[in-house]
């Protein structure tokens, strides 16, 4: 059980364009889901927290106008990257708390590859 | 900065040997002590976790080892395989909040 996935797991897009990545919870209801980037050989870095219904909380430092994250519904949420630039590069990766977890562990989305020419 | 540190960045074990990875916090808040296991190209996966009401936490090769009054804990993989080879995150949270990771450990156990 547990299952997050993400979509698409890679995607190359031209400068300016926009992007949007979707996290699901496959088997269980998430109170919350996380966005995390990720830089080659370096830890993850949290871009921004959000719930169901409600507008995501980003970290210091985050765009919230580059990055638009929707969390629709109890197993979806979306970040769109937009008019995305070749800095924009990187693995993003989604986490989502389960609703019944009693310890709020997180589980991981397997990652989306973003390369901007 | 950086609320969990880790340590060490990488290491090489022979197979059949134990890799030790440590973490020390500083936030007394923090009530939940994951490890995470990622390999290239993929998400982090949920190795083994632990609560500080107990001292060690044992799940087949890996153990935990925790420390409330140093504020250390420690991941211990034993008999480790060329399969363990990875990158290692320790991170810690206190209920509600994110996930505050480390800065990774890169794991290669050589046959």
């Known amino acids: 059980g547990a299952v997050v996935s993400q979509h698409p797991s890679w995607v190359i897009c031209k400068s300016g364009t926009s992007v949007k990545i979707e996290c699901r919870s496959l088997d269980f209801q998430a109170t919350t889901m996380f966005w995390y980037r990720q830089f080659p050989k370096q830890s993850l870095m949290l871009m921004a927290t959000?719930?169901?219904?409600?507008?995501?909380?980003?970290e210091q430092g985050v765009e919230k106008d580059k990055f638009l994250i929707n969390h629709a519904s109890l197993t979806l949420s979306t970040l769109t990257v937009t008019s995305a630039h070749p800095e924009d590069s990187s693995f993003y990766i989604c986490?989502?708390?389960?609703?019944?977890?009693?310890?709020?562990?997180?589980?991981f989305g397997p990652g989306t590859r973003l390369t901007v020419l | 900065q950086q609320q969990v540190k880790q340590s060490p960045q990488s290491l090489i074990v022979q197979k059949g040997g134990i890799s030790i990875i440590n973490c020390a916090y500083e936030n007394t808040a923090f009530d939940y002590f994951p490890w995470y296991q990622q390999f290239p190209g993929k998400g982090p996966a949920l190795l083994i976790a632990?609560?500080?009401?107990?001292s060690e936490k044992k799940e087949g090769r890996f153990t935990i080892s925790f420390n409330k009054s140093a504020k250390q804990f420690s991941l211990h993989i034993m008999d480790s395989q060329p399969g363990d080879s990875a990158t290692y995150f320790c991170a810690a949270k206190n209920s509600g909040y994110a996930l505050n990771f480390g800065k990774g450990t890169s794991l290669l156990v050589t046959p």
């Open positions: 986490s989502a708390t389960a609703l019944k977890s009693s310890y709020n562990e997180q589980f």
């Open positions: 632990i609560r500080p009401d107990v």
């Open positions: 959000s719930n169901e219904g409600s507008k995501a909380t980003y």
